[in-house]
C-alpha cells in the first residue's frame, strides 16, 4: 500500500525558507509524477509544482521564482522550498502522486493526483 | 492558463436525491484531461475522476462525470451521507495545472 507523508517546521517566520519532505513508502519516486498542492485555510487548492523521473520539474508561474522541488532517492522521498515567504503562504501543503512516469513512458503529459498525503499545516509569521 | 468555474457554489439537497456539479473551463482542456476530487472537512482530496469520465480505483458508481471541451458535469445519484463534502475539479491538459473553486453539496 502506498503512503505519502510531509514533514516539516509548522511555522516558518516571514522572509525565510519554507521547506518540506514527502516521504514515499510502497512506491519508488523513479516512476510516477509527485507533486505539491496547498490549500489556505478556508480556501481552494492552489497547484505548486511537480517532479518526475530524471528529476525534471515545472513549476506554477505564479510561484517559480521562489519554488524548489527535488528528490532524492536514496531516501525515496521529495522535498518542497518555497522562499521569502509571507503570511499569504500559511497554507495546508499536501504532497500527492500522479500517474506513471518513468524513463520508457509517461501516461499522461501532465498529472492529475490519485493519491494524497494527510497534510501539513505550514504558519507564516512575522 | 485555464480558469475553471465551478458551480454552483453550494448545493443544498437531501440524502437520496441527485446532485448535478458543474465545471467550465475558459478554453477547450486537451484530450479531456479533466479530474474531480471530494473533500471533507480536516481531510485531504480523494481522486474520483479522471479523463472526464473514468471513476479511479474504489469510487462508487454512483458518481458519474462527463462532459468535453469546456463544459464538464460530475453527477452523484442517489446521495449518500457520506457524499456531503466539497468538490474540486482539475485540468491537466496544459501547465499551470488548475482547479476549480469547488462546490459544497452540503445537507
Known amino acids: 500500500q502506498v503512503q505519502l507523508q510531509e514533514s516539516g517546521p509548522g511555522l516558518v517566520k516571514s522572509s525565510e525558507t519554507l521547506s518540506l519532505t514527502c516521504s514515499v513508502s510502497g512506491d519508488s519516486i523513479s516512476s510516477y509524477y509527485w507533486g505539491w498542492i496547498r490549500q489556505p485555510p478556508g480556501k481552494g487548492l492552489e497547484w505548486i509544482g511537480y517532479i518526475y523521473y530524471s528529476g525534471s520539474t515545472n513549476y506554477n508561474p505564479s510561484l517559480k521564482s521562489r519554488v524548489t522541488i527535488l528528490q532524492d532517492t536514496s531516501k525515496n522521498q521529495f522535498s518542497l522550498k518555497l522562499n521569502s515567504v509571507t503570511a499569504a503562504d500559511t497554507a495546508v501543503y499536501y504532497c500527492?502522486?500522479?500517474?506513471?512516469?518513468?524513463?520508457?513512458?509517461?501516461?499522461?503529459?501532465?498529472?492529475?493526483?490519485?493519491?494524497w498525503g494527510q497534510g501539513t499545516l505550514v504558519t507564516a509569521s512575522s | 492558463e485555464i480558469v475553471l468555474t465551478q458551480f454552483p457554489g453550494t448545493l443544498s439537497l437531501s440524502p437520496g436525491e441527485r446532485a448535478t456539479l458543474s465545471c467550465r473551463a475558459s478554453q477547450s482542456v486537451s484530450t479531456n484531461y479533466l479530474a474531480w476530487y471530494q473533500q471533507k472537512p480536516g481531510q485531504a482530496p480523494r481522486f474520483l475522476i479522471y479523463g472526464a469520465s473514468s471513476r479511479a480505483t474504489g469510487i462508487p458508481d454512483r458518481f458519474t462525470g462527463s462532459g468535453s471541451g469546456t463544459d464538464f458535469t460530475l453527477t452523484i445519484t442517489r446521495l449518500q451521507p457520506e457524499d456531503f463534502a466539497v468538490y474540486y475539479c482539475?485540468?491537466?491538459?496544459?501547465?499551470?495545472?488548475?482547479f476549480g473553486g469547488g462546490t459544497k453539496v452540503e445537507l
Open positions: 482539475q485540468q491537466y491538459g496544459s501547465s499551470p495545472l488548475t
Open positions: 500527492a502522486r500522479g500517474p506513471y512516469c518513468s524513463s520508457a513512458r509517461c501516461d499522461e503529459p501532465h498529472p492529475n493526483f490519485n493519491l
